[in-house]
């Protein structure tokens, strides 16, 4: 025992082993995390850069519509089907959806 002290000898070394062991083990996951964060950053911009597949779509999306919008057809296949529904009404009594 060190004179004047409250622990055994064999107690504070134990304990001294265990705290450099923990410092070391922290030191460890600290620099594994560094490397965690920088993959996942590396790999989110790599995700962000790679856009390309959506703004097909977006811009086949943005084509379809205005295809849609000049394409006088739809108006009158509306029409006709409720022309359709008008004469169903009229000789059932009921209106189909």
Do not use: C
């Not at 002290?5 to 560094?34: G, I, S, T």
């Amino acid at each position: 025992m060190y004179p004047h002290a409250d622990h055994p000898e064999d107690d504070v070394r134990a304990f001294a082993v265990r705290a450099q062991n923990a410092a070391v083990d922290e030191n460890a996951f600290l620099e594994q995390q560094k490397h965690l964060i920088a993959e996942a950053k590396a790999e989110l911009a790599a995700a962000g850069d790679d856009t390309a597949p959506h703004d097909e779509a977006r811009q086949h999306l943005t084509h379809v519509t205005q295809r849609h919008r000049k394409d006088t057809r739809l108006g009158a296949a509306r029409a006709d089907l409720d022309a359709i529904r008008d004469r169903w009404h009229h000789a059932s009594g009921r209106r189909p959806r």
